[in-house]
Each structure stands twice: as structure tokens, then as C-alpha cells.
């Protein structure tokens, strides 16, 4: 194989590929990148579970396959001189030259590596800033608990032009619903994603047009020369909607920068796994934390309140969690008492709200 590609082009398709590289692979082939040259030079990894593939314009003299360590040509790469990257493979060598700079690098056996799963049918596209937004909003909510894996992804529910996703720890639950160019009118899924693929994807393909395919339990997500595939979960998820929808008797609305801000500068002294403390009264919110060997803090935020006054604790990361979902200035917090859950959710007029978002009170001390 030998090729030249542009220094910039390469290490940004490389260091989008590489992200998907296990820490531990299982065999070692699975720690490279594979380059395979032909009318384009093409970038992939897969570990089984994820694979992605970078696809880029190249200068091919020579067409060919190369496994080469992935984490450690991604350095390389971001690294190198603001010139052309030539790459030429050599015996058991791919060398690389750019500028003065040339490294040659042991390859890994090619025939070794696995073949990445095709890319599923494509079920409907969606712009990426959307998509983005929407991942981002949920995700918080997933678990990081591997121990049950229903509860590390992102649920979504297609039926037609409307997307459904949510996500729990069963201390939170995260939903948000929008609007999609489904390829059918008829069009039904539902499936678990993973969430920490499901946000990779979505950070880095919010600049295009996705297209989002799946079948046979793979997902697939593809936008401008980018593709990913993942395996899904089991489908089982709770009923979150039911949680959702109860009647609140309590309602404030209070502006979302000013909120966050204040919790912030007093969550500083509180400790950790603590609570802190709103005390929501006419015209105001009173945010309280401390009172330990750290110190304590408090300051006031104005809101509009409807219903009686309610003091209700929350772990503090939670609480941010979910008001920095919400797109509009207001966010609407429904209450019933200090020992149930609250319920954040966005306030664009009188429309239904796109982002929902549960979360457990603490007990206060």
C-alpha cells in the first residue's frame, strides 16, 4: 500500500475511529486500526460490540490493507507537521513520512481481523444538531452500573415521524420526544441503545445530516463519510411514561441560568452525597446546603410559584442534571410533597413539553 492524505483530514479520521478501541481488547488485532486503500482510504475499528468506520480522500499509488496500533498512530497523527502524511507499507513495516518527521510502525497480522457487521437498512434521518440535543438530554439518566445492562442504554420508540428516547438509573428518568423523516409512514421500532456509544455518535456527527439504520440487533448510524455500528441490548424497559404523567399539585417556574448558577455556588460547600435543599415559597426559591464541618451556604432565586410552599431536597448533580436539559429560559418544576419525586420539564408555550425529566427528593436532615 502507498498513499498520501492531508495531515489534518487523516488525524481527525483517525482520532474519530480510534474512539471505539477497547482499553483491554479480548485479541490483540482488536487494539488496530485497519487502513484499506482503494478509490478512497478507508479507516475502521470494531471490538465485537462497536465498530466504526472513517471513510477519506487520499492521493492511492498503491491499494492494499494494513493493521496498524490505533491508539498509538492517533497520537502520532495529531502530532505531526502541517504537511502531506505519506504511508507505505514496507515488510512487516507501514511508514510514515511527513515533513522530516518518519516513523515506521509494526503492522498486525490483517487477515487476523475480524469483519466489521454490515450496515443495517436504513430506517429514516434526522438532522445531527437535533439528534445531539436530544441524546444529550437523555443519557445523563443511564446507569454506568454494567451489572444490569438494561439500565446503561437509551430507549427509543420509532412510530412514524415521532422519536421517542428515555433513560434511568431508577433514581432519575430522562424522555424526550421530537420529530424525524422516517424512510416509511408506517415505520415502528423500538430498541436499547447503549448510551455511552449512542453519545459518542451523537457528539460527533451533529455537524450532518444522520441516517440511522437497524435490524437484526445491530444499530447503524451514518453522516458524511462516518458509519457505526453497535449491537443492542435486550429490549426490556420500564414504563416509563406512566411515571411521566401524574398530577401535580405543586408548580414552580423559575429561570433556568439564574438556577443553575446559584445551586453551583452552594453546592460548593456541601458534602458529598448530601442534599440541597429548596425551599420554595411566593415569588422566590431559598437554595440551602451544609451546615457540616465544611461550612454552609444559601442564596435566593426568584420563581413564580402555583400551589402551597414546599421544602424538597435533591442530590445536587441530579438536580443540574436535569435543568441544564431544558432549551427553554424557564424551566417548570412539578411537585406533590418533599418525599415524592419532582418532575423538570422545559415550558415552550403551550405546546407539550419535548424534555421530561423524574427525579427523586432525598430525605432532609
Known amino acids: 500500500m502507498k498513499i498520501r492524505v492531508n495531515r489534518d483530514v487523516l488525524a481527525d479520521a483517525v482520532a474519530w475511529a480510534a474512539r471505539v478501541l477497547p482499553s483491554r481488547p479480548v485479541v490483540p488485532v482488536l487494539s488496530g486500526l485497519l487502513l484499506e486503500a482503494g478509490d478512497e482510504l478507508s479507516l ?3 471490538d465485537y460490540d462497536v465498530s466504526a468506520r472513517a471513510t477519506i480522500d ?13 491508539r498509538l498512530l492517533a497520537e502520532i497523527s495529531r502530532s505531526l507537521p502541517a504537511e502531506d502524511v505519506e504511508i507505505v507499507t514496507e515488510g512487516p513495516e507501514a511508514v510514515l513520512t511527513c515533513g522530516s518527521a518518519e516513523f515506521g510502525l509494526i503492522t498486525m497480522p490483517v487477515e487476523d481481523f475480524p469483519t466489521l457487521p454490515a450496515m443495517p437498512p436504513s430506517i429514516g434521518a434526522i438532522g445531527g444538531g437535533v439528534f445531539a440535543s436530544a441524546v444529550g438530554q437523555v443519557a445523563p439518566a443511564a446507569s454506568r452500573d454494567d451489572t444490569l445492562p438494561m439500565l446503561t442504554g437509551i430507549r427509543v420508540d420509532i412510530e412514524g415521524e415521532s422519536v421517542a428516547m428515555a433513560a434511568t438509573d431508577r433514581y432519575r428518568i ?6 424525524w423523516r422516517p424512510a416509511g409512514p408506517d415505520l415502528a421500532v423500538s430498541a436499547m441503545v447503549p448510551a455511552r456509544v449512542l453519545v459518542e455518535v451523537a457528539k460527533s456527527l451533529r455537524g450532518g445530516e444522520v441516517s440511522i439504520a437497524m435490524g437484526d440487533g445491530v444499530a447503524g448510524f451514518e453522516s458524511v463519510g462516518r458509519s457505526t455500528t453497535v449491537r443492542l441490548l435486550d429490549e426490556q424497559f420500564i414504563d416509563y411514561r406512566a411515571r411521566l404523567s401524574a398530577d401535580w399539585s405543586i408548580r414552580a417556574d423559575v429561570a433556568v441560568a439564574p438556577f443553575v448558577n446559584a445551586i453551583k455556588r452552594v453546592a460548593l460547600v456541601a458534602e458529598r452525597n448530601t442534599a440541597i435543599r429548596l425551599s420554595f415559597s411566593q415569588g422566590q426559591v431559598l437554595i440551602q446546603a451544609g451546615g457540616g464541618d465544611i461550612g454552609r451556604g444559601a442564596e435566593v432565586v426568584e420563581c413564580e410559584l402555583r400551589g402551597d410552599d414546599i421544602q424538597i431536597a435533591f442530590q445536587s448533580q441530579f438536580l443540574l442534571d436535569g435543568l441544564t436539559g431544558i432549551e427553554s429560559e424557564l424551566a417548570r418544576i412539578n411537585m406533590e410533597s418533599p418525599t415524592r419525586p419532582a418532575l423538570i420539564q422545559d415550558v415552550p408555550g403551550d405546546a407539550q413539553p419535548a424534555f421530561r425529566y423524574l427525579v427523586m427528593s432525598l430525605r432532609q436532615s
Open 58 to 70: 487520499a492521493d492511492v499509488a498503491e491499494e492494499g490493507r494494513v493493521l496498524i496500533p490505533g
Open 44 to 46: 475502521s475499528a470494531f
Open 174 to 179: 430522562a424522555a424526550r420526544d421530537f420529530t
